[in-house]
């Protein structure tokens, strides 16, 4: 094991983080090394997002051809998901990110590392065998199913291997309410799955408007889903058949072949040896400055998932990777602002939000303006034959800026996009409304919403 020269920045995670942090640091002129424990290309692009939104678009064709069987797709009520066939569809996006993230990291001059990263001394990594000292170094590791003191915990299947599944088993429980278990539900169910979703408490999906969310809840019930809520769970046991039974405080039980992980993410940082770094961890999580820096070692910092300073997705992840990348570069100044981060959870219909919700506001006793309504009857959402959609928008009284957007509706992640841009540049409610928008596009709706 050599002891090299100080590299300027090692990069622990090849994720959007660390990828985008290496690249801007190597072609800034640095000498940047990236270690990656596993594949290159990080959660989103080979286990997230990204592989998710291909089922969910084949999910949703066949959902949609179904909606419109008696509108004039003929042989829609017969049309299946494929669920073989869409997972070699999906490897067809994720086979080729490792060797395209290694490329792309290797052409913009940053030295790869295959292996875990740990910490051997406050200035010093060791990976891939070799003892690495650097002058900085950003922990992008991103994070992992949350280890939750529940009898069998072990035996629920993750996100990572539900989306890997080569045939889906014939019934499945969803263990959690929040974004992966909501998805990967609505995936299921489409591919012909018995699916049961438990939740804690009352209110799902707890981020999101909770007038939207009881929409969500009744329509995933009426898909055939068992929605059971109030359902901690607190063991899951194998039984003599194989079978997993699921069992929750309240004590009901439910059993199916797979139960997923839908508990939570927390940073991975276990493997990181953060003691010999000096790098001060409270909670679970690391004790940063505004500038995403080590409170306890100036020499570290953090970015993405790892850092879970705002919400623990792809879009954060790349904003603290170009703050991180500023602070390395131009001087500690740089801090996240996580004011306007727009979010969607991918069933069908998508649902989809940026800003406050008014349950937010009522706590914060802000004054606001409430436009909400239901969006069924509108023409873009008759002509897909959804019958679940609707909205809230929340407007500040006097200058018409936008303080919160919710969406459930067939296209109601690009519209959101607008309603994101809106927040960012201070467009108010009225400019919005005057704007002329492509018509008949989902986006023309705008003038109504707000009217
Ligand atoms: C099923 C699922 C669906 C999602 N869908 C969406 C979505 O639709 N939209 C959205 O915005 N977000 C979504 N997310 C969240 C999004 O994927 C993450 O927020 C994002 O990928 C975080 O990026 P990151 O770079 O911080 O971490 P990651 O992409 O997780 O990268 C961290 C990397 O570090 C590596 N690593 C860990 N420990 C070590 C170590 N000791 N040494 C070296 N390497 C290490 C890991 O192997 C990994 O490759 C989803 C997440 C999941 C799980
Ligand atoms: N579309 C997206 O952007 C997307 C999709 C998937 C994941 N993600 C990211 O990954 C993170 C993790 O997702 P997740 O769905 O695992 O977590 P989550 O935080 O969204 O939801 C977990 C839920 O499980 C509930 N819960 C906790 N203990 C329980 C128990 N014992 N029994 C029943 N319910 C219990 C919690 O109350 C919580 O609401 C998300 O917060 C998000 O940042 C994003």
Redesign the pocket.
């Known amino acids: 094991m050599a002891q090299s020269d100080p590299l300027d920045l090692i990069v622990?995670?090849?994720?959007?983080?660390?990828?985008s942090v290496a690249t801007r640091c190597a072609s800034a002129g640095w000498r940047v090394a990236l270690?990656?424990?596993?594949?290159?290309?990080?959660?989103?692009?080979?286990?997230?997002?990204e592989p998710?939104?291909v089922f969910w678009t084949l999910a949703e064709a066949v959902d949609r051809a179904r909606r419109l069987a008696p509108k004039g797709v003929a042989g829609g009520e017969a049309v299946r998901l494929d669920w073989g066939a869409a997972q070699r569809f999906k490897h067809s996006f994720t086979d080729p990110v490792p060797e395209h993230s290694e490329a792309s990291l290797r052409d913009a001059g940053v030295e790869v590392l295959h292996?875990?990263?740990?910490f051997v001394a406050p200035d010093a990594v060791e990976?891939a065998g070799r003892r690495l000292a650097f002058r900085h170094t950003v922990i992008?590791?991103?994070?992992h199913p949350a280890k939750l003191p529940i009898e069998g915990a072990e035996l629920l299947a993750t996100?990572?291997e539900?989306?890997a599944l080569e045939r889906l088993p014939q019934r499945m429980v969803m263990v959690g309410g929040g974004?992966?278990s909501f998805?990967?539900a609505h995936l299921a169910a489409r591919g012909g799955a018995e699916v049961t979703l438990l939740h804690a408490n009352d209110e799902p999906l707890a981020h999101f408007d909770q007038d939207l969310v009881r929409r969500l809840v009744a329509h995933t019930r009426a898909l055939g889903v068992t929605v059971k809520l109030g359902c901690k769970v607190s063991a899951i046991r194998r039984q003599g058949d194989g079978t997993l039974q699921v069992e929750c405080e309240n004590g009901e039980r439910v059993t199916a072949e797979m139960a997923v992980h839908g508990l939570g993410?927390r940073p991975?940082l276990e493997?990181?040896d953060l003691e010999a770094g000096e790098v001060a961890v409270e909670k679970g999580r690391l004790r940063l400055d505004r500038h995403l820096r080590s409170a306890s070692n100036p020499r570290v910092f953090a970015?993405?998932?790892?850092?879970q300073q705002g919400p623990?997705?792809?879009?954060?992840?790349g904003h603290?990777?170009g703050v991180v990348a500023r602070n390395l570069l131009e001087g500690c100044r740089s801090e996240p602002d996580y004011s306007v981060v727009p979010?969607?959870v991918?069933t069908i219909p998508p649902m989809a939000m940026v800003g406050m919700t008014e349950a937010q506001a009522r706590e914060q006793r802000r004054d606001f303006e409430l436009k909400q309504g239901d969006m069924a009857s509108f023409q873009s959402v008759r002509r897909t034959g959804e019958d679940t959609a609707a909205y809230k928008l929340l407007l500040e009284p006097d200058s018409g800026h936008v303080l919160g957007a919710h969406l459930l509706a067939p296209e109601a992640p690009e519209v959101m996009n607008l309603f994101a841009f809106a927040m960012r540049f201070g467009v108010p409610a009225a400019e919005l409304r005057a704007m002329m928008t492509a018509y008949p596009s989902f986006g023309s709706n705008l003038s109504a919403m707000l009217g």
């Open positions: 622990l995670g090849s994720g959007v983080a660390g990828s270690a990656e424990a596993r594949e290159f290309g990080g959660t989103c692009a080979l286990r997230g997002c998710k939104k292996g875990e990263a740990r990976a992008a590791t991103g994070a996100s990572d539900f989306l974004y992966i998805e990967c993410r991975a493997s990181l970015a993405g998932d790892a850092a623990a997705l792809t879009p954060v992840a603290d990777a979010s969607v991918f």
